[in-house]
């Protein structure tokens, strides 16, 4: 399937695995760049520019396809070392780089000399056309379905899609509450050239992450996420679970006055509990209301090839049924 963004990036499927902390390792990366789509290494998981730099060189003993890296500009007085981690992307011949969080436009010259394609990752029409502005070759425009962040609009994505594609002139992909070879088709349909997967790429064989949160999301629906932070105007939409219960007990005691620190044992430094050691009520952790379309843990390759028959299909057979005659 050929598209604006298999041709961005050089890909033979329109599916980018989204950056997501604790979760994009060398080996996810891979095994979703192999599978024929964008695999992400998530940069800022990398505490120095010199660890993502070895794990740039890992994927690339892992794959001989494009992969790229996701980089998250966070508005912290501490600002991780930005310079050190485009030099490390730019150095390690990597040539595609999800941006997220904070205006990256700062960044786009040195990224774009080097060759090196950006998407930027949005939750709203205004963004993304602020991103096509100052220069990203894509967006990934994030439903209010999406697990992580999904902004402050609330705007989902049967209705985010067709307005993003009535504004933007560059090609972008659908992100929250994409799966299968259904969400592809239907992105597709609404404008987008492709799709991004977070949470359904953590149910696959090779996502370094342990068994007890692949298990977590399989066992859940559609009706088992929360959202978190919309007092401190940075929601997250999560995994109910009982630091998640706990934390929205606070919001709810302490209104409008609650700050950071009242939340932080909840959502400080929990991922690496959560992902690497399977304590799944440490914290709150991102997942998409897309775990109630997740019932198997497939490898990456399983998962690919499945959508893009599915999506086939759809497209061949029953679309191409409704045709008028």
Not at 12 to 25: A, D, K, L, N, S
Not at 40 to 55: C, D, H, M, S
Not at 101 to 122: D, F, R, S, T, Y
Request: net charge negative; proline share 5%; with cysteine.
């Amino acid at each position: 399937m050929k598209t604006r963004i298999t041709e961005l990036f050089g890909i033979q499927h329109p599916i980018i695995q989204g950056g997501m902390h604790y979760v994009g390792f060398a080996e996810l990366a891979a095994a979703v760049s192999n599978a024929g789509g964008l695999g992400l290494i998530t940069g800022l998981t990398q505490k120095t520019p010199e660890l993502l730099a070895n794990e740039i060189a890992k994927c690339r003993t892992l794959t001989d396809k494009p992969f790229g890296v996701n980089l998250t500009f966070l508005p912290t007085l501490s600002s991780p070392d930005y310079p050190g981690y485009i030099k490390a992307i730019i150095d390690g011949g990597v040539k595609a780089v999800e941006t997220a969080g904070n205006n990256p436009q700062k960044w786009l010259p040195m990224l774009h000399e080097a060759g090196v394609k950006v998407i930027h990752k949005c939750t709203s029409v205004r963004h993304s056309l602020k991103a096509q502005a100052i220069g990203c070759d894509a967006v990934s425009v994030d439903g209010f379905e999406c697990g992580g962040h999904p902004g402050e609009d609330d705007i989902p994505n049967f209705i985010l899609l067709p307005r993003a594609a009535d504004e933007l002139r560059i090609p972008f992909v659908a992100s929250g509450g994409m799966a299968d070879g259904r969400s592809l088709v239907a992105a597709l349909a609404l404008g987008a050239e492709g799709m991004n997967m977070g949470t359904r790429f953590i149910a696959t064989q090779e996502a370094p992450v342990h068994q007890n949160v692949k298990d977590a999301i399989v066992a859940a629906s559609e009706l088992d996420t929360r959202l978190v932070m919309r007092p401190l105007r940075n929601t997250e939409r999560v995994l109910r679970n009982e630091a998640v219960d706990r934390l929205l007990e606070k919001e709810k005691a302490l209104g409008t006055s609650i700050k950071f620190d009242d939340i932080i044992d909840e959502v400080a430094g929990v991922y690496p509990k959560i992902m690497l050691d399977g304590t799944m009520d440490a914290g709150a952790w991102s997942c998409g209301m897309v775990a109630g379309l997740i019932h198997d843990i497939p490898t990456v390759k399983e998962l690919i090839d499945r959508i893009m028959v599915e999506a086939d299909a759809i497209i061949a057979q029953r679309l191409a049924g409704f045709a008028r005659v």
